[in-house]
């Protein structure tokens, strides 16, 4: 029997993989007005997104908008064990799968580290109000951010949950390792969680 994070983790993959390119490129063009709304999105210099795949919302008109704007860009490029870091990327970088079979930017040169950007744009298969958030099971993000669970929050960088409206759940109950994120943002609204946070 599954536990029940890897049975949500499955429901919503699934449930996600069943939209058109139609219906994701609605949400794509609903996410960057819902984004665009986002002060401490605009105004932040260095932002990292991510190379969407397996039916996650996409980006790409998120990140061109940030790139019209002048914001420095970055993806999530996987090293060795479950490190993670952030390597510059412009529209039309060359990208080479990892080992997982994402995208990533094919250079090392220039990465960051999460705690030098402004804001992070976070994928996710589930979400709560609280910001609580079901990943892919990797630890990668919570392993990279795990500075910020001490911290007060909002803090820099700001987490940003990316996701279809219908991957918000009434309630995610975190594992002690899990980073929570700051707002959400899906197709249909803009969720503030720190708002949130400590509520029934």
Same mark, same amino acid.
């Given at each position: 029997?599954?536990?029940?994070?890897?049975?949500?983790?499955?429901?919503?993959? +699934?449930?996600? &993989?069943?939209?058109? !390119?139609?219906?994701?490129? @609605?949400?794509?063009?609903?996410?960057? #007005?819902? /984004? %665009? *709304?986002?002060?401490?999105?605009?105004?932040?210099?260095?932002?990292?997104?991510?190379?969407?795949?397996?039916?996650?919302?996409?980006?790409?008109?998120?990140?061109?908008?940030?790139?019209?704007?002048?914001?420095?860009?970055?993806?999530?490029?996987?090293?060795?064990?479950?490190?993670?870091?952030?390597?510059?990327?412009?529209?039309?970088?060359?990208? +080479?799968?990892? &080992?997982?079979?994402? !995208?990533?930017?094919?250079? @090392?040169?220039?990465?960051?580290?999460? #705690?030098? /950007? %402004? *804001?992070?744009?976070?994928?996710?298969?589930?979400?709560?109000?609280?910001?609580?958030?079901?990943?892919?099971?990797?630890?990668?993000?919570?392993?990279?951010?795990?500075?910020?669970?001490?911290?007060?929050?909002?803090?820099?960088?700001?987490?940003?949950?990316?996701?279809?409206?219908?991957?918000?759940?009434?309630?995610?109950?975190?594992?002690?390792?899990?980073?929570?994120?700051?707002?959400?943002?899906?197709?249909?609204?803009?969720?503030?969680?720190?708002?949130?946070?400590?509520?029934?």
């Amino acid at each position: 029997m599954d536990d029940p994070r890897t049975a949500l983790r499955r429901r919503m993959a +699934e449930r996600r &993989r069943t939209l058109g !390119p139609q219906e994701r490129m @609605r949400a794509a063009q609903e996410l960057r #007005r819902q /984004l %665009d *709304a986002l002060p401490a999105l605009v105004d932040a210099p260095r932002v990292a997104g991510y190379w969407a795949c397996d039916g996650e919302l996409p980006l790409n008109l998120v990140l061109a908008a940030a790139a019209l704007r002048g914001q420095s860009l970055y993806l999530p490029r996987i090293e060795s064990g479950r490190r993670m870091g952030f390597a510059p990327w412009k529209l039309g970088d060359e990208v +080479e799968p990892n &080992r997982f079979g994402i !995208p990533e930017p094919t250079t @090392r040169e220039g990465m960051l580290e999460g #705690r030098e /950007l %402004d *804001a992070v744009l976070v994928p996710l298969l589930a979400f709560d109000p609280r910001g609580h958030r079901l990943g892919y099971g990797g630890g990668f993000y919570d392993a990279h951010f795990a500075f910020l669970r001490d911290q007060p929050r909002p803090a820099r960088p700001l987490l940003i949950g990316i996701g279809y409206a219908f991957q918000q759940c009434d309630a995610i109950t975190p594992a002690e390792w899990d980073v929570r994120l700051d707002i959400v943002a899906t197709d249909q609204a803009l969720i503030d969680c720190n708002d949130h946070h400590g509520t029934s």
